[in-house]
């Protein structure tokens, strides 16, 4: 059973947030702010915060801007993950991540499928790993980064969750580069 060893100090982890969106501005981002809201609350720190428009290219440049900066260790996008001519964020991150984490998409539309069923189908939602930095892009919608956090990031930043999570493999992510 899964669980916070509370004998194990909590290591915060440093987390960029990317809100990708033709329309959202800092005074309307609500995805960006419930996830800044929540890296915050669980202890880590936030490392940057940007809003990018739905372009490839340009969301490219950020996620290699983060991933070659040592002081990330985590990025979290919003947005762009659907089935829409103008969703490109899962483009971008094939351009850059190194290893899928298969299992952060197929858990996230499973947790997804509980609470909007088939209409989950629609996200492109993804995680991965490139140069030791984790990479993970999330739907748009508020709710969506909400249970994203809630129900997995939140456990698996947490360097007390037991049996195993993701910060105590950091540094073992550029073992073969």
């Avoid at 940057?48 to 801007?65: G, P, S």
């Avoid at 189908?121 to 993804?126: D, V």
């Avoid at 910060?167 to 550029?174: C, K």
Wanted: glycine residues 8%; charged residues 25%; negative net charge.
């Amino acid at each position: 059973m899964a669980r916070i060893d509370e004998s194990r100090p909590l290591l915060p982890v440093a987390v960029a947030v990317l809100t990708v969106s033709d329309t959202r501005t800092a005074a309307n981002d609500t995805s960006g702010d419930a996830l800044a809201d929540r890296i915050q609350g669980a202890g880590h720190h936030l490392a940057a915060r940007r809003i990018e428009r739905d372009d490839a290219a340009a969301i490219e440049r950020h996620l290699r801007e983060w991933i070659a900066d040592p002081a990330i260790d985590v990025i979290l996008t919003t947005g762009g993950t659907g089935v829409t001519g103008r969703d490109v964020t899962p483009e971008a991150f094939e351009r850059v991540i190194e290893k899928r984490i298969e299992g952060f998409g197929e858990l996230f539309r499973m947790l997804s499928f509980q609470k909007i069923g088939t209409s989950t189908m629609q996200s492109r939602a993804l995680g991965g790993v490139a140069n030791g930095t984790y990479l993970f892009a999330l739907p748009g919608s508020t709710g969506a980064v909400k249970d994203a956090w809630d129900d997995i990031l939140l456990w698996q930043l947490d360097s007390r969750h037991r049996p195993c999570n993701l910060v105590e493999l950091m540094p073992r992510l550029r073992e073969q580069l």
